[in-house]
């Protein structure tokens, strides 16, 4: 085992998800800044456009946030890592996202 105490976060990161480089990591993190930069700017008007007030709060805010903006999100995920030459690393955690969500396990074919 490796002393973690004395790795920088970069080194952290680059262990725990398994990247080669800190290069990537840093690739890696500058996607998902600009899928939360993306999500920012298209999440007012895809509520704008469904008649859905930003201002208030609710349940079907969530909602409709839950079923729209989320998957969304996951998409533009996969555009800016393949952008970035990152697309592999961000199908994998997809993959990892919907087998949590659906409670399936990786195939022995998949390991």
């Known amino acids: 085992m490796t002393n973690t105490s004395n790795q920088s976060f ?9 990247l080669k480089s ?8 500058i996607v998902f ?8 700017f ?6 704008d456009f469904l008649g859905i007030s930003m201002e208030r ?17 996951q998409i533009i995920l996969l555009m800016w890592g ?7 690393f961000f199908w994998e955690k997809e993959k990892q996202f ?6 399936h396990r990786k195939s022995e074919k998949e390991e």
Do not use: C, E, M
């Not at 970069?10 to 398994?18: A, D, E, H, R």
């Open 98 to 103: 919907l087998r949590r969500i659906t409670g």
């Open 57 to 73: 709060g609710g349940f079907w805010k969530t909602v409709l946030y839950l079923l729209l903006v989320l998957p969304l999100y």
């Open 33 to 40: 800044a600009l899928t939360g930069f993306t999500i920012l």
């Open 10 to 18: 970069l080194q952290k990161l680059q262990s725990k998800w398994n």
């Open 82 to 88: 393949f952008v970035f030459g990152q697309f592999d």
């Open 42 to 47: 298209i999440k007012k008007p895809i509520f």
């Open 22 to 29: 800190l290069r990537q990591v840093v690739l890696v993190l």
